[in-house]
Each structure stands twice: as structure tokens, then as C-alpha cells.
């Protein structure tokens, strides 16, 4: 008796879930694929990370956007230009973050990337301040001398097989953000440890990423019982102890140099700032209120700079001409002042510019920016999407609408002329984001993917057998292909 009441509770309680969806669905207006009544459509995306690549592949012919359900949960996956310009144009129906970036909260509490509030304001000042234009100019010198040692360390692979270069890079970007943002120092951290941090960071985040498709892991209570918390606690606890260890040390450091008079603690570096300043309530910032900061520096900075190096490497090595093109107007620009570049040379590097954008539109680095709808909003296909709904922009189809490029799936850095791009929507291309939460690094992100290309490019040719066909797409936080960055390296004459 109490079982078949059970039973048929249950029955019914499907059934009344499958009704709710369906009628969200309807309603917004936007294709899906069939689904099943609570797990929705999260039976899709069991398996690896490209797996789900490849599952969203076959669901963007669907249509020009799509709704999926995340379990009970409607979530639009949005790519038509003219529902996500209407979105971004009504930016106060959609000013909160997606409910997954609280996930983020596993690398620290206090998390730029969703936060909102006077945490957000007050980190966001600090910040602003810390990659003005003046001090661009000061770590400039700590991104030269970082890419000058990944040059060095390739040395050894010149005329040798083909090589996965992910491991460099991920060396080389962590000790770049590290220097730029807490201040490297080797006895603190030796290089052993940056590639420890490197590989911890990224375990992090791979598993707060992969938790966004896992409904079950939802409820903190029944994540805290899951293997990932365990995983992801173990990596955040030796990133957060090594950035302590840093921010303490450079702390001492100023302090040191104050008692001393002296000024020098050499270049500056964005937590000088934290010191320097004061939170909305007189208050300091204390370590773990930075320790959090510099982590969602690195969470928001880390994977998206070492993957458009690596798909600007890969893109390049596949299509030669185009490396040559990027290689002549190097050594121009090299042959025309001291022989070596600097910030303002760069800014004049407008084919390798071309590059990098259209780098970023094939292969965006932050391929999904999330959002919840903060009030009701009807939609220009005759949709409707309600209050409490989780939204997602998908950058990687947005950028491939063959109305504003004609071969979308085609590399060409010619997509970038000043001509082509003022004919574009700006919301046909956004790598960064937009709004008031676009990217606030994104010209310092740009400075470090550009001055590391100019030093490999000057200094080695890429080459490589793989093809755009044998690329296995993968979401893990930023975008990747499973397959890693496989080149070989020629050395180049000395221009
Ligand atoms: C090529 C590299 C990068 C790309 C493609 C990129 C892309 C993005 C995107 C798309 C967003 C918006 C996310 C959203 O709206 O949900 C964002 C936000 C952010 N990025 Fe970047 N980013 C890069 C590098 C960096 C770096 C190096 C830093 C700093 C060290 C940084 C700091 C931030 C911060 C703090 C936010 C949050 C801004 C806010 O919510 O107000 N990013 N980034």
C-alpha cells in the first residue's frame, strides 16, 4: 500500500516536471533535443570533457540558439546575434552571473568574477589602478625577460620531433602572472613548485568546471561528500599556501625597504596596490582577502592567456603563409629601430594583432559567459525567458555566424580589417565579455600573449602535422583541444 502511494507520488511528480519543462520551453521559443523528466538533458554530457564538445556540435544544428535543462534546470544556450544583442542591450534583466560561477567560490571566498557589492568595488578599484597604463609599462620588463627563458628552454627541441608545448606554457604564463601580480621570488618558489602550482590551479579548476555539468553535485552538502571536493580542496590549499607565501614575503619586503628609506623593492606588482589602499570601511585588506583576489586573478587570467597562446601557436604552425606574413612584419618593425620591441612597438604590430583576434574568435578562451535573468524579458524570436533562469552565451558559435563572416570556419586574420570590423556588430565578437563585466585585463592579457609571440616568432618557425580536423575541442574552464599544442621548432636566422 505505502509503496504503491510512493510510487505513484513519484509517477506524478515526474510527470508534473516534465510538464513545467516542456512549458518553459515553449514558452522561450527555442529548439532542444528530447528529454528525460529531472535529469533533463544532463545524460548527454557523461564522459570526457570533448565529449561534450562534440555533444554541443550536433546540438547547434538544431537551430540559431537552443534551450537545454541541467537537470530540472531550463538553461539557453544563446548564439543568435539578435537575441544575445538584446540580452546585453538590456543589461539590468540579466545583472548577476550564472548560479555555477558560485563554484568558484571553491578557490577562496571572495570572488571577483561574481561577486557584487562593495567586495566587487573595492577589489575592482584596486585593480583598475593596478593595470592602468603606467604600470603595463613596468611589468612589460617581467614579460620579456619570462619569454626570453621560454626561448631559452625550447633551445633544446630545435630540429628535434614533434613535441607537446603545453607543459612551457603553462610554465611561462604561471610565472608571468605570478611576477606581474604577486611578485616572483625564487626563494620562495623555485621552478619546480610555479609547475606544481600550474598543475594544481588547473586541477582546481578543471573540477569547479566539471561540477556545473554534474546536477547532482549541486547541493554543497552532497558535494562535500564527492572524491572532487576532496581533489579540489587538496589543490586549493598548496595554491593558497604558496600565494601566501608569496604575499607575505613581499609584504616584509616593503616593510623592510620603508625602515631602510629605500624605495627599491624593484618593479611593482598589482598586490603593492592592496597595500596601499583601503577597503570601503577604513579597514586593510587582510592576506586572505588578497590570497582570494590573486586567486580569481589567476582563475579568470591563467587558462584563457596559455589557450589563445596555444591555439595562436597551433594556427600559425598549420598555416604557414600566414606565420611568414606575421614573421615579415616583425622583422620590419626589428629593422627599423633598436632590435628589440617594445610596448609601443607592439601596439604597431597590426598583422599579428589580426592573428591573435582572429584566434580568439575561432577558439574564444572563455567560450561561455553565464548569466541569470534578474527580470522577466521577452525575447526577439517571440520568446519569453523568466526571472531565476541561468543563460548562457556561447561564444564560439556567436563568433561563426556566416552573416558577418562569410567563411566562418576559415582562419583569416583578414576578418580583422579596420573595414571589415566596423561593418560588425560589436557583439559578433566578444572574447572579453561586455558591459560592465567585460575583462579588465584584457589589455595587459593581450600584452602578454603579444610580447611572448614576438619573442618565439622572432626566434623559431612552428611547424606541425596536425590539422584543424584532428583538433578534439574540450571546455575545461578555458578552452582546449585534447590532442595539447604538438609542433616542431626550426631556428630562425638572427634578423
Ligand atoms: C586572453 C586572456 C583572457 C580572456 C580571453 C579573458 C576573458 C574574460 C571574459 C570573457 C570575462 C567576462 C566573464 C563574464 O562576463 O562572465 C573576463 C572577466 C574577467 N577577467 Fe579576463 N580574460 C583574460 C585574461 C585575464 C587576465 C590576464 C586577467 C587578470 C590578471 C583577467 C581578469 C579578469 C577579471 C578580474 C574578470 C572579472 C571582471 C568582472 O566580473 O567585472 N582576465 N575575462
Request: hydrophobic share 40%; aromatic share 14%.
Given at each position: ?142 614579460f620579456?625577460?619570462?619569454a626570453?627563458?621560454l ?21 611561462c ?136 597562446l ?138 602578454i600573449v603579444?610580447a611572448i609571440l614576438c619573442h618565439l ?39
Open positions: 500500500m505505502i509503496l504503491s502511494a510512493i510510487i505513484i507520488i513519484g509517477f506524478l511528480f515526474l510527470v508534473s516536471n516534465f510538464v513545467q519543462c516542456w512549458i518553459t520551453l515553449k514558452k522561450s521559443n527555442l529548439p532542444s533535443l528530447p528529454f528525460l523528466p529531472l535529469l533533463g538533458h544532463t545524460h548527454y554530457f557523461i564522459g570526457p570533457t570533448h565529449v561534450f564538445f562534440e555533444k554541443l556540435k550536433d546540438m547547434v544544428k538544431i537551430g540559431s540558439s537552443f534551450g537545454l535543462f541541467l537537470g530540472p534546470f531550463f538553461t539557453p544556450f544563446l548564439y543568435d546575434i539578435d537575441i544575445v544583442s538584446h540580452l546585453i542591450k538590456s543589461e539590468n534583466h540579466i545583472q548577476k552571473k550564472a548560479g555555477q560561477y558560485n563554484f568558484l567560490r571553491a578557490l577562496g571566498k571572495r570572488q571577483i568574477f561574481m561577486e557584487t557589492g562593495v567586495p566587487y568595488k573595492e577589489s575592482k578599484r584596486v585593480l583598475l589602478h593596478a593595470v592602468n597604463h603606467a604600470n603595463l609599462r613596468e611589468y612589460f620588463t617581467s620579456n625577460r619570462i626570453q627563458n626561448v631559452d628552454d625550447l633551445k633544446i627541441k630545435v630540429e628535434r620531433d614533434e613535441f607537446n608545448m603545453e607543459e612551457d606554457l603553462y610554465l604564463i604561471a610565472s608571468v602572472l605570478l611576477d606581474t601580480i604577486v611578485g616572483l621570488d625564487e626563494s620562495v618558489m623555485t621552478r619546480d613548485e610555479i609547475i606544481q602550482f600550474a598543475k594544481e590551479f588547473i586541477n582546481s579548476l578543471t573540477i569547479i568546471f566539471d561540477r556545473g555539468f554534474k546536477i547532482w553535485l549541486y547541493p554543497n552538502f552532497l558535494y562535500k561528500f564527492s572524491n572532487s571536493y576532496k581533489l579540489c580542496n587538496q589543490s586549493v590549499s598548496y595554491t593558497r599556501k604558496m600565494t601566501g607565501k608569496l604575499i607575505i614575503g613581499r609584504k616584509k619586503k616593503i616593510e623592510a625597504s620603508e625602515r631602510n628609506e629605500e624605495k627599491n623593492t624593484g618593479s611593482s606588482v598589482f598586490i603593492d596596490k592592496y597595500f596601499e589602499s583601503k577597503k570601503d570601511d577604513g579597514s586593510e585588506f587582510s592576506i586572505d582577502d588578497i590570497i582570494d583576489d590573486v586567486h580569481s586573478l589567476m582563475g579568470a587570467g591563467f587558462e584563457s592567456t596559455v589557450s589563445s596555444r591555439f595562436v601557436i597551433l594556427m600559425l604552425a598549420i598555416n604557414q603563409d600566414i606565420q611568414e606574413k606575421a614573421f615579415e612584419e616583425l622583422k620590419e618593425k626589428q629593422k627599423n629601430n633598436k632590435g628589440y620591441f617594445d610596448i609601443d612597438d607592439l601596439n604597431e604590430l597590426t598583422y599579428l594583432d589580426r592573428v591573435i583576434q582572429e584566434t580568439w574568435r575561432l577558439y574564444p578562451p572563455i567560450c561561455f559567459l553565464g548569466r541569470k535573468i534578474t527580470k522577466d524579458i521577452d525575447l526577439p524570436n517571440g520568446g519569453h525567458l523568466k526571472e531565476g533562469i541561468n543563460i548562457w552565451f556561447f561564444l564560439a558559435m556567436l563568433h561563426r555566424d556566416p552573416k558577418y563572416y562569410p567563411e566562418p570556419e576559415i582562419f583569416n586574420p583578414d576578418n580583422f580589417l579596420p573595414e571589415r570590423v566596423i561593418e560588425r556588430p560589436p557583439e559578433a565578437f566578444m572574447p572579453f565579455g561586455f558591459g560592465s563585466r567585460k575583462c579588465f585585463g584584457n589589455v595587459f592579457a593581450k600584452l603579444k616568432l622572432t626566434n623559431y618557425e612552428f611547424h606541425t602535422t596536425t590539422t584543424v580536423q584532428d583538433f578534439r575541442l574540450a571546455f575545461e574552464f578555458a578552452m582546449k583541444e585534447k590532442i595539447g599544442v604538438p609542433v616542431s621548432i626550426k631556428s630562425r636566422a638572427k634578423i
